[in-house]
């Protein structure tokens, strides 16, 4: 007896399990599945809105503006490097390749003048380009 018993306890051990347990992966499944139903919503932003069809070009976009910077000592700079006022145009041209339509935006220290801001902004105008913004930073909060 004592080694009938022995020989069914080594038939147990020797067969393999067929058997899977499925619980924790539906239980994976279910909180992945609720981590992506909460923030899926959350990576679409702004208000849906049905846009109208059109054969228009795309606005150009590819391309990286072209930053003027005026300190608040009234020194202008190009990107990072120091620019004279009569160079400037000149320069912007030059980084541009003469794409009068290159998009170029303008920083003025919240110190300086608003009208050396608006001489620069014009100066720039006046040399061709088209695509002339002002930059400001949005304050703590969103600005509301």
Same mark, same amino acid.
């Given at each position: 007896m004592? =080694?009938?018993?022995r020989?069914?306890?080594?038939r147990r051990r020797?067969r393999?399990?067929?058997d899977?347990?499925v619980t924790p992966?539906?239980?994976v ?5 609720i981590?992506?139903?909460?923030t ?7 208000v849906n ?9 795309p606005v150009?976009?590819?391309?990286k ?6 300190r ?7 990107g ?9 145009v000149?320069?912007l041209?030059a ?20 009208g050396?801001?608006?001489q620069?902004? =014009?100066q720039?105008t006046?040399g =061709?380009?088209?695509?002339?913004a ?8 969103g600005?509301h």
């Open positions: 004592a =080694g009938g018993l020989d069914l306890r080594r020797r393999p399990m067929s899977i347990n992966l539906v239980d499944m279910l909180v992945l599945l981590i992506f139903m909460v899926a919503p959350m990576m679409t932003s702004g809105v049905d846009l109208p069809k059109t054969d228009a070009a150009n976009t590819d391309t503006p072209i930053t003027v910077s005026i608040s000592d009234g020194s202008l700079y190009l990072d490097n120091a620019v004279s006022p009569d160079a400037l000149d320069q041209r980084a541009a390749q003469n794409d009068r339509e290159h998009r170029i935006f303008v920083r003025g220290d919240s110190h300086i003048d608003y050396r801001v608006m620069v902004m =014009g720039i006046a =061709g380009f088209t695509h002339v002002l930059l400001a930073q949005q304050p703590p909060g600005g």
